[in-house]
């Protein structure tokens, strides 16, 4: 039975070695490592916060042509989105993660239903509802 344990303890710290780890993730002697994850939730929060200021950047300066500055803000949230994911939720693509990464994908195809339906319906609501100076003339 111990045998089965250690083989199960080699797998995960193989899968650690070859990049699957997110930064944090080590499951080591945790009171040796407080520095280390120190460091990489300060880094999370350094690059959270570059992020930030470059979103508020690029929307108040005129830096940016402006029709770009919608895909500009758009990708500086993908970035935001991905490095709170690494660095503070510690999603990777390890096999350990699965059950978190379906749990992520879940979420965002609820969002993402509830996003869509809902401009679904205010666009239809628009086209079908009767213009204002219509309902303004059927009270007079």
Known sequence: MSDEHSH???TRSAGQGHGHAAPG????????????AVGIYAT???????????????????AIFGPAVPAALIALAVAQMGVHLVF??????????TNNVLALAFGVLIVALVLVGSLWIMRHLDHNLMPMSSVMDMQR
């Open 8 to 10: 199960v303890d080699d």
């Open 25 to 36: 993730e080590q499951e080591a002697d945790a009171k040796a490592n407080v520095g280390k």
């Open 44 to 62: 999370g929060l350094l690059l959270a916060g570059i992020l930030t200021a470059a979103s508020f950047w690029a929307a108040g300066s005129h």
């Open 88 to 97: 503070f939720l510690h999603i990777t693509t390890g096999p350990d993660n």
